[in-house]
Structure formats: C-alpha cells, structure tokens
C-alpha cells in the first residue's frame, strides 16, 4: 500500500523546468531510493516535499489523504522527517542542545529547563541508534559520522512515518556508511519507511527496495531494485551506457618511470613517517578510513597543515612548503574537498577563479591584460568541457561536477606538477564523475604526479597505479596494478581488529 | 584519452560586462533613482535647483566625503569593517593645524607628516585584525576611541581657528570654473583607486580575500597582506580627506569627522548594489554619495525640516540594499 503519491508534480525556476510532470508513490514501510544527476530534480523534490516552496502543478497523498504543504513545519507535522547531508547543527552547543533545536524543552516546575531530562533522554535516543557518547559534550567533538547519528536521532524523536534522507553519505568513509545502513534497515523494521537520496549506487542496491530515476525532471523510472542491475541503473540516469565508469585503464605501469616526488618521514601530531613516491605520469591513491588523517597527508604536502617533520623532495631536490603559497610557487596544487569552503570565491565570475593564483602570468607592464586572461580561462575550461552558461558567470550557477572541472582548469593554467586530489568527485554527479576522470588520467599522462585521497573505494581502483594504505597513522601496505581491488582495500584496511571496530 | 566534448559553449562575451559585474535593470535602479531625483527636484524648484551653481555646491560639498568612502570600500572589499575612519579625518585635520598653526611647519611636511600618521593607524588596524585576530568591529572602535582621545588632548578640545596660512588654506579651497580641489582630488584617487582594482593582480586579490578567504589561501593568495593594504589605503585616504576639509574650512572643530562616518558607509552600501550585483566598487560608492548629496540639498532647496535629511539618508540605504528582496517578497 502506498504511503506517499506523487501526482505530475512541476516546478519551473525562472526558466529552468526543474521537474516536469514526475509521479511514483513510496509504499509503506519501504526504502526507496531517489537517484539521478545534479541537476536532475531530486533537490526540488525534496524541498517540495519538506514544504520549502509549493509546486507549479501537481499534488501530492499522504496515506491517502491529500498533502498541503505551506510552510515546513507543515512537513514535520505531517509525520515526515529530513535528515540532510550537512545536519544544520551549532557546533558550540552541547549535543543535547543541538539534538533538541527548535524543539519544546521539558520544564521543571519553576520554569526552568530540566536538563538532567534532557541529556537522559538525549542519551538514550543515540543509545538507541548504538551511539554512546556524553550528551553534555559540544557537538563539535563529534566526527561527521556521529553528528549524521544525532540528526538521525533528531528525526526520529518525532516519530515520523516517513524519512527523508538527502546524501547522508556523502562524507563518510566506507565502515561507517555500513553502520548507517544498518540503522536504516532497523528503522524499516519499525515500520518507517524511507526516500533514500544518494549519488552511491552500490549502497543503493546494498539498502533499498525500489529505486526512482530522475533525469532532466522527468521521472525515467522506478523499478525494483531486484529486477535492476547496476549498468541498467546507470544507462537511466545518465541517458546511456556507461559501463566502464569504474573500469582500470592499465597504462604501463612505472617501474621504469622517472621519480618526481619523494616524501619521506612526513609527521604530525597523529601521523608518523609518511614516505612514499610518485613517479612523473603516476596515480597513487591513498586508502584510509574516516579520521586517519588521509587528508591531513595532503594538506601536510601543499603547505596547508603543519608537520612536525619530514620532507617533500622534488626531483630531489627538497621542495619549500612552509606554505600553501610556497609549495604552489614548486608546482604543488591541493584540490581540496569542499569546494565551496576553500575552493572558489563565489563573489568572482568563474574566469577569475580559473586565473586566481596565476595573476601575474597576465600581467604586461604591471597591469592584467583581461582580454588575454579572459581568453586563456575559457580555453582551459573547455578543454575540461565544463558545462556553463558564460564564462563571466557566477561559480554558484555551475552543478558541483562543473565547479569541480573550473577548479581542475585552474591548475592547468600553471606549472603545476604535482596534484593532490582530496575527494575529487565530492558531490559530482555520475556524468561528470567520468568525465573528471578522464582528466586526471589526462593529466598524468602529460607527466604530471597525482595523488589522490577518496573514501570512495572504487574511485581509488578505477584511477590509481598505486593505493597506499594507511593505518594506525602510518603507511602500513601498498597495492599495485592489477591487486587494486575495493576489496583488497577494504580487507587491508579493517583486517587489524584493535583499531576498527565496524558493524559489518 | 581525451574527455568528451558534451557541449559548446559559446564563445565568450565581452570584457567589458564584469566592469560593473553582472549588470541588471535592479543594479540601475539607483542611478535611475539620482536621476528621478534631479528631475524632481528641477520640477519643484525650477529657479533654484536645476542651475550650474546649484550641482557644482553638490559636487563640491560631495568629495570629501566621497573620498573618504573610497577609502571605506577598500576595507569593505576584503571583507572588514572600519569604524576608525571618522576619527581617523579629525585626529588628521588635527594633526596638520596643531603642526601648521601652532608650530608653524610648512604645509607639505605637515602633510607628509599626516600621511605616516596615516600608515601608522592603518597598519595598527590591519595587524589588530590580522595578526591578533581582533574582530574589526571591535578592533577599529578601539582605535577610533585611541585617536579621539589623541585629537581632544592635542587641540584641547577647542576650535582652533587662528593661524591659518594662506598656503594651508589653498590646499582645501582653489578652484577651476567653480570646481572646488577636493572634487579634482577625488577624480584623481577615485580613477587610479578603480583602475588599480581591476587592472592589478593586488586589486583583484583583494575582491579574492572578501569573497572567499580560505580559498583565496588555498590559491596561495596572501590574505593577511591584502587586509593590512586595504586598512592602510583606507587610513590614507581617511587622512587625505581630513587634512582638506580643515584647510578648505580655515577653522578646525575637534571631531569633525564624526558626522562623516554614516553617510560614508551609506554610501558605500548604496553603490554595492549600483551598476553591480553585490560588489563595492569605486565608482558605485561615488555614485551613491551624491545620490545623498543631491536628495540632501534638494530637500533643504525645497525646505523641507533639517531632520528630513536623517530620514532621507536612511530610507534610500535600507530601500537600495533590501530593494531586491522588498520586490521578491512582494511578488510572492
């Protein structure tokens, strides 16, 4: 019987159609996922049904009676309950603070909060969902994972028939996505049932029981996911067969490759000797789980963290990276994660993003020759094909993998040899996910070295010639070529017990 | 490999459109609003304000406060605040008469005097800021407070208005066709300011540090420089102002720069939002002080109370920076 019915819903922004006529229904006490580009609705959807805006056309049923939506609260109230990919939390509140925002505190008899009852009941809600932690601690001690626990929590103390959870993956590694799916799974077996957004396939077909694909607006299908096979999938959201989007190309292998990064001893206050090469024209990836410090590796190497010792040498030669604008001045470039955080200025059209730490390359005679810089920056955003509508256009009208591509346009415009690459396919869409692919393959090829940081498994075996796995704060194996598999990472990774304890 | 070429897109536009950013019929609506204004104004006072003497008073009673707003928007540019500059121009202004008036300097080396009291108090706000990590708000109120008291004590909170040379007064006071020097000042500053902005990697540096600081770090931007060079332009031109406007007086009265500081961020929110989608630019903020000047002038032309003026000043810079969100929520 179904819970939820979508009837030719529409929504046009401006003049964007961003749904056009789409209607599936959520059967009670189901997991159904909602798949599909950026860009390809499932935000709208989803802001239509927590109330955010009201559609152009359409209705929508809510255990069989009709579902008006004015307001947010009118969402929650209706029993539907979000959980978003960045919880909205403060994080210098207490947990239980955060775990009660906007809700009504239980009062002792003067009037004042009774916080004992509070952090009780704070406490055993996050019991509930296996998450011991002191209540009374600030939210900020918690790790993403934890905190996507709270707001599960949060959620679920309203008792809602229907959970939305909107890409609450995206930022955790692979065993703490396994105990997220796990709750789910206990949460359909107390009776709630779940739109289940994700850009992850494979924790599609790991969780749910029917999937919705959206593209361009439309709804293109909504099978059961026992009848679907991943290429399917695939073929429905992006429009065509895209097999190969995880498949190796084995290029020759560098054993007789030119070394062009030596890293050795690399410590900080958790990491200790971090030493491995790269060759000119290498992929290596680093596989590590959630909080092993795969990122800090990164951030130590483009002078963005501090490290308490060891050395980054270049050709031999030991590079200067007291810096970010140092280790960049050597040619070592960090694509960070959050793009939107410490990737692009969004106050500047997207060319000025292209060109911003190559200002000086346009300059004739102390001024920037714009003409020039503006003809530069378009030539190297297209050679990444990023989909835009100028190129004076604002960072904030591009998808996340468009945003992504100008960020890797930036740094061919310079002498960049060494690329590292935080997560680079964070919130990208699967088009662009092969497209981006196809880049940094392009980019070693023309002899640059890459290192790659990704919680993605998989991302790490479709790209990497190398995958160094890190461990208890140091470098413990290394993988190559051909024994590059997800689960020879995985099995590596977790294999000592005493430092994982995962839920499997 | 090579990577799919999905879309073509075309070849690009113009240099010219980011001159003023993205411009839209919302980023014009000031400018057409100073027009509206002027025609109003020549309408309910045909012999009095539409004359050649009427807009070269508003052009002259504009640029001082005009340049100290382009001094202000460098700082609003990075990303800061300053509440320093109004004490910035009196503790200037006070600087350059206790020197001239009272120890009988000559007026260029009270000048440059002025200016390296300038890098000073502008270097203390960017090291406050940057360095020790002081909210500027905080920060530039600590030194406006500093530099008042400094003022008062050297001019024993008296208006001074003996020993005024002729040389110190021409400074503020000579004229073509009319045209007062500050207004020659400021087209000077204001164009050299606004060329720098867009033709140099420092001015585009500067947009980087406001926009996105972390980012602008990551793109090995220094951020802490473009912070401490934007406080110090700002002290500079702050001081600039205060020097002319106490020459151009002949008088100096302790705090004059007091009554500057609001109509200058007035006008610096009111050209955020003029020929430019959220961007402070030079020519914007020029636009927006006589944008007040003239709303100010023609108001006293058609006597209306003084008070209306305070009510004008406050009405056009809440209506400019809300107006594009007052129209959404009225079409919702």
Same mark, same amino acid.
């Given at each position: 019987?179904?819970?939820?019915?979508?009837?030719?819903?529409?929504?046009?922004?401006?003049?964007?159609?961003?749904?056009?006529?789409?209607?599936?229904?959520?059967?009670?006490?189901?997991?159904?996922?909602?798949?599909?580009?950026?860009?390809?609705?499932?935000?709208?959807?989803?802001?239509?049904?927590?109330?955010?805006?009201?559609?152009?056309?359409?209705?929508?049923?809510?255990?069989?009676?009709?579902?008006?939506?004015?307001?947010?609260?009118?969402?929650?109230?209706?029993?539907?309950? *979000?959980?978003?990919?960045?919880?909205?939390?403060?994080?210098? $509140?207490?947990?239980?603070?955060?775990?009660?925002?906007?809700?009504?505190?239980?009062?002792?008899?003067?009037?004042?909060?009774?916080?004992?009852?509070?952090?009780?009941?704070?406490?055993?809600?996050?019991?509930?969902?296996?998450?011991?932690?002191?209540?009374?601690?600030?939210?900020?001690?918690?790790?993403?994972?934890?905190?996507?626990?709270?707001?599960?929590?949060?959620?679920?103390?309203?008792?809602?028939?229907?959970?939305?959870?909107?890409?609450?993956?995206?930022?955790?590694?692979?065993?703490?996505?396994?105990?997220?799916?796990?709750?789910?799974?206990?949460?359909?077996?107390?009776?709630?049932?779940?739109?289940?957004?994700?850009?992850?396939?494979?924790?599609? *077909?790991?969780?749910?029981?029917?999937?919705?694909?959206?593209?361009?607006?439309?709804?293109?299908?909504?099978?059961?996911?026992?009848?679907?096979?991943?290429?399917?999938?695939?073929?429905?959201?992006?429009?065509?067969?895209?097999?190969?989007?995880?498949?190796?190309?084995?290029?020759?292998?560098?054993?007789?490759?030119?070394?062009?990064?030596?890293?050795?001893?690399?410590?900080?206050?958790?990491?200790?000797?971090?030493?491995?090469?790269?060759?000119?024209?290498?992929?290596?990836?680093?596989?590590?789980?959630?909080?092993?410090?795969?990122?800090?590796?990164?951030?130590?190497?483009?002078?963005?963290?501090?490290?308490?010792?060891?050395?980054?040498?270049?050709?031999?030669?030991?590079?200067?990276?007291?810096?970010?604008?140092?280790?960049?001045?050597?040619?070592?470039?960090?694509?960070?994660?959050?793009?939107?955080?410490?990737?692009?200025?969004?106050?500047?059209?997207?060319?000025?993003?292209?060109?911003?730490?190559?200002?000086?390359?346009?300059?004739?005679?102390?001024?920037?020759?714009?003409?020039?810089?503006?003809?530069?920056?378009?030539?190297?955003?297209?050679?990444?094909?990023?989909?835009?509508?100028?190129?004076?256009?604002?960072?904030?009208?591009?998808?996340?993998?468009?945003?992504?591509?100008?960020?890797?346009?930036?740094?061919? %415009?310079?002498?960049?040899?060494?690329?590292?690459?935080?997560?680079?396919?964070?919130?990208?869409?699967?088009?662009?996910?092969?497209?981006?692919?196809?880049?940094?393959?392009?980019?070693?090829?023309?002899?640059?070295?890459? %290192?790659?940081?990704?919680?993605?498994?998989?991302?790490?075996?479709?790209?990497?010639?190398?995958?160094?796995?890190?461990?208890?704060?140091?470098?413990?194996?290394?993988?190559?070529?051909?024994?590059?598999?997800?689960?020879?990472?995985?099995?590596?990774?977790?294999?000592?017990?005493?430092?994982?304890?995962?839920?499997? | 490999?090579?990577?799919?070429?999905?879309?073509?897109?075309?070849?690009?536009?113009?240099?010219?459109?980011?001159?003023?950013?993205?411009?839209?019929?919302?980023?014009?609506?000031?400018?057409?609003?100073?027009?509206?204004?002027?025609?109003?104004?020549?309408?309910?006072?045909?012999?009095?304000?539409?004359?050649?003497?009427?807009?070269?008073?508003?052009?002259?009673?504009?640029?001082?406060?005009?340049?100290?707003?382009?001094?202000?928007?460098?700082?609003?540019?990075?990303?800061?605040?300053?509440?320093?500059?109004?004490?910035?121009?009196?503790?200037?202004?006070?600087?350059?008469?206790?020197?001239?008036?009272?120890?009988?300097?000559?007026?260029?080396?009270?000048?440059?005097?002025?200016?390296?009291?300038?890098?000073?108090?502008?270097?203390?706000?960017?090291?406050?800021?940057?360095?020790?990590?002081?909210?500027?708000?905080?920060?530039?109120?600590?030194?406006?407070?500093?530099?008042?008291?400094?003022?008062?004590?050297?001019?024993?909170?008296?208006?001074?208005?003996?020993?005024?040379?002729?040389?110190?007064?021409?400074?503020?006071?000579?004229?073509?066709?009319?045209?007062?020097?500050?207004?020659?000042?400021?087209?000077?500053?204001?164009?050299?300011?606004?060329?720098?902005?867009?033709?140099?990697?420092?001015?585009?540096?500067?947009?980087?540090?406001?926009?996105?600081?972390?980012?602008?770090?990551?793109?090995?931007?220094?951020?802490?420089?473009?912070?401490?060079?934007?406080?110090?332009?700002?002290?500079?031109?702050?001081?600039?102002?205060? *020097?002319?406007?106490?020459?151009?007086?002949?008088?100096?009265?302790?705090?004059?720069?007091?009554?500057?500081?609001?109509?200058?961020?007035?006008?610096? *929110?009111?050209?955020?939002?003029? $020929?430019?989608?959220?961007?402070?630019?030079?020519?914007?903020?020029?636009?927006?002080?006589?944008?007040?000047?003239?709303?100010?002038?023609?108001?006293?032309?058609?006597?209306?109370?003084?008070?209306?003026?305070?009510?004008?000043?406050?009405?056009?810079?809440?209506?400019?920076?809300?107006?594009?969100?007052?129209?959404?929520?009225?079409?919702?």
């Amino acid at each position: 019987m179904s819970l939820l019915q979508f009837s030719n819903i529409s929504k046009t922004f401006g003049e964007t159609r961003a749904l056009k006529g789409v209607d599936f229904d959520v059967r009670e006490g189901e997991i159904h996922a909602l798949v599909g580009e950026n860009g390809a609705g499932k935000s709208t959807l989803i802001r239509i049904l927590a109330g955010d805006f009201p559609p152009d056309a359409g209705s929508m049923m809510l255990a069989g009676s009709p579902l008006r939506l004015l307001h947010p609260s009118d969402a929650l109230a209706a029993g539907i309950g *979000f959980v978003h990919q960045r919880p909205p939390f403060i994080a210098d $509140l207490s947990i239980t603070e955060n775990f009660l925002l906007g809700l009504p505190y239980q009062h002792r008899r003067a009037g004042l909060i009774d916080w004992k009852a509070q952090h009780r009941e704070c406490e055993a809600s996050l019991a509930s969902l296996g998450l011991s932690v002191d209540p009374r601690t600030a939210l900020a001690s918690l790790s993403a994972h934890q905190r996507q626990m709270v707001a599960l929590a949060r959620a679920l103390l309203r008792k809602p028939r229907l959970l939305v959870l909107d890409e609450i993956t995206a930022s955790l590694s692979e065993p703490e996505v396994r105990t997220l799916l796990d709750t789910i799974h206990k949460l359909r077996e107390r009776g709630v049932s779940v739109i289940y957004v994700s850009h992850r396939l494979e924790e599609v *077909f790991r969780i749910a029981d029917r999937v919705t694909v959206l593209r361009d607006g439309r709804r293109i299908s909504t099978t059961r996911l026992d009848e679907m096979t991943e290429a399917g999938l695939v073929r429905d959201i992006v429009g065509s067969d895209m097999q190969d989007l995880f498949a190796r190309e084995d290029g020759p292998v560098g054993q007789n490759r030119e070394t062009l990064v030596s890293v050795q001893g690399l410590c900080d206050k958790r990491l200790a000797d971090i030493s491995f090469d790269i060759a000119k024209g290498e992929i290596v990836g680093i596989a590590g789980l959630g909080g092993s410090g795969r990122s800090r590796i990164l951030r130590m190497i483009a002078g963005a963290s501090p490290r308490t010792a060891g050395d980054v040498l270049l050709d031999g030669r030991p590079a200067a990276i007291g810096s970010v604008r140092e280790a960049l001045q050597e040619g070592i470039a960090l694509v960070t994660e959050e793009r939107s955080h410490d990737g692009f200025v969004e106050t500047l059209p997207i060319w000025q993003n292209v060109s911003l730490p190559w200002g000086n390359r346009f300059r004739t005679r102390g001024f920037l020759n714009l003409r020039v810089e503006q003809r530069k920056t378009e030539e190297a955003t297209r050679r990444f094909s990023v989909r835009m509508p100028s190129i004076n256009a604002s960072m904030l009208a591009l998808s996340g993998g468009n945003q992504q591509k100008v960020i890797f346009a930036r740094w061919v %415009l310079g002498p960049v040899r060494l690329l590292l690459l935080d997560e680079p396919t964070h919130g990208v869409d699967i088009g662009s996910k092969t497209q981006i692919y196809g880049a940094i393959r392009e980019l070693a090829h023309e002899g640059r070295g890459i %290192l790659v940081v990704s919680s993605e498994l998989e991302e790490l075996q479709a790209l990497c010639d190398r995958v160094l796995l890190l461990k208890d704060g140091t470098i413990t194996d290394e993988l190559r070529g051909a024994e590059i598999s997800k689960d020879a990472m995985l099995h590596r990774l977790l294999s000592s017990s005493d430092s994982t304890k995962v839920a499997v | 490999m090579t990577i799919p070429d999905t879309t073509d897109t075309p070849p690009n536009t113009s240099a010219r459109s980011s001159w003023i950013g993205s411009f839209d019929t919302a980023s014009a609506t000031p400018v057409i609003f100073l027009v509206l204004l002027i025609v109003g104004f020549s309408i309910a006072e045909p012999a009095y304000f539409p004359t050649r003497e009427n807009f070269v008073t508003i052009l002259n009673d504009g640029a001082l406060l005009a340049l100290l707003a382009c001094g202000l928007t460098l700082v609003l540019i990075v990303g800061e605040f300053d509440l320093s500059i109004a004490a910035t121009a009196s503790w200037a202004g006070a600087l350059a008469t206790v020197l001239i008036t009272q120890l009988g300097w000559p007026v260029p080396t009270a000048f440059l005097v002025v200016l390296a009291s300038a890098l000073i108090i502008g270097a203390f706000n960017g090291v406050l800021v940057t360095v020790l990590e002081i909210p500027a708000l905080v920060a530039t109120i600590g030194t406006a407070s500093l530099l008042d008291g400094a003022t008062l004590w050297v001019t024993g909170n008296s208006v001074i208005f003996m020993g005024f040379t002729d040389a110190f007064v021409w400074t503020g006071s000579w004229r073509i066709a009319g045209l007062q020097a500050p207004v020659f000042y400021l087209l000077v500053l204001a164009i050299l300011i606004a060329i720098a902005l867009r033709y140099t990697v420092t001015g585009r540096h500067l947009y980087a540090t406001g926009g996105n600081r972390a980012a602008s770090r990551m793109a090995g931007i220094r951020v802490n420089r473009n912070v401490l060079l934007a406080f110090v332009a700002c002290a500079v031109l702050a001081s600039i102002t205060g *020097f002319m406007y106490t020459a151009r007086q002949g008088s100096l009265t302790p705090l004059f720069g007091t009554s500057m500081m609001l109509p200058a961020y007035a006008a610096a *929110f009111l050209g955020y939002v003029t $020929l430019a989608n959220r961007r402070f630019h030079i020519l914007g903020t020029v636009i927006g002080v006589y944008i007040i000047g003239t709303g100010t002038l023609g108001l006293l032309l058609i006597g209306a109370p003084a008070y209306s003026q305070q009510l004008f000043a406050g009405a056009v810079l809440i209506a400019a920076t809300g107006g594009s969100r007052i129209r959404n929520l009225l079409r919702k």
